[in-house]
Nanobody
Framework: QVQFVESGGALVQPGGSLRLSCSAS????????MGWWREPPGGQLTLVAT?????KYADSVKGRFTISRDRAKNTVELQMNDLEPADTALYYC???????????????WGQGTQVTVSP
């Protein structure tokens, strides 16, 4: 149904920047939310930033990360600045679609792209 191509993860020093990109492809879908979640080593999967017309950011990334979405192209990017070691995680592209009439939400997840912040 929906497949993601994610890119941009890398090894970067603290204070550096990265830009993650995600492109959704497939057919028969209309996405409501697109964004990013992350899973640090030994940690929990948590929301980083999402865009469903309203923007939502985790408190830990506010002021440093910026999400941008192109609805026509079904792409979403995450500009990450002033990276910290705590940002080290596997970052997953996320999307969902909602059928309001049927009250059904379908979630889609990418394979993940690794971000490592280390001196």
């Amino acid at each position: 149904q929906v497949q993601f191509v994610e890119s941009g993860g890398a090894l970067v020093q603290p204070g550096g920047s990265l830009r993650l990109s995600c492109s959704a492809s497939g057919s028969g879908f209309n996405l409501n939310t697109m964004g990013w979640w992350r899973e640090p080593p030994g940690g929990q999967l948590t929301l980083v930033a999402t865009d469903d017309d309203a923007l939502k950011y985790a408190d830990s990334v506010k002021g440093r990360f910026t999400i941008s979405r192109d609805r026509a192209k079904n792409t979403v990017e995450l500009q990450m600045n002033d990276l910290e070691p705590a940002d080290t995680a596997l970052y997953y592209c996320y999307a969902d679609s909602i059928d309001m009439a049927k009250k059904i939400k379908t979630e889609y997840w990418g394979q993940g792209t690794q971000v490592t912040v280390s001196p």
